[in-house]
């Protein structure tokens, strides 16, 4: 189990998105993500984990998240 707090903190890049949430998108579409080791991309395997995630409405530094991340959840 991963407990994510404050999941709406990271900040935007210039594209509206956030690359630390897209990549918890990526494990949970893929159960998967790759990794950087001397200039070539590995394929790294993630096995049972659930995730579980928190966050405050947003404002004040909070942001909202993409549609994309939010529907992989379920919102409680």
């Known amino acids: 189990m991963a407990f994510l707090d404050d999941f709406n903190m990271p900040s935007l890049d210039q594209f509206g998105s956030q690359p630390c949430l897209e990549i918890i998108k990526q494990y949970m579409e893929r159960g998967s993500w790759y990794r950087l080791k001397k200039d070539k991309y590995y394929l790294s395997n993630v096995f049972d984990v ?12 909070r942001n909202q998240i993409s549609g994309r991340i939010l529907s992989k959840f379920n919102v409680i």
């Open 50 to 61: 659930d995730i579980l995630a928190s966050m405050a409405t947003p404002g004040g530094g």
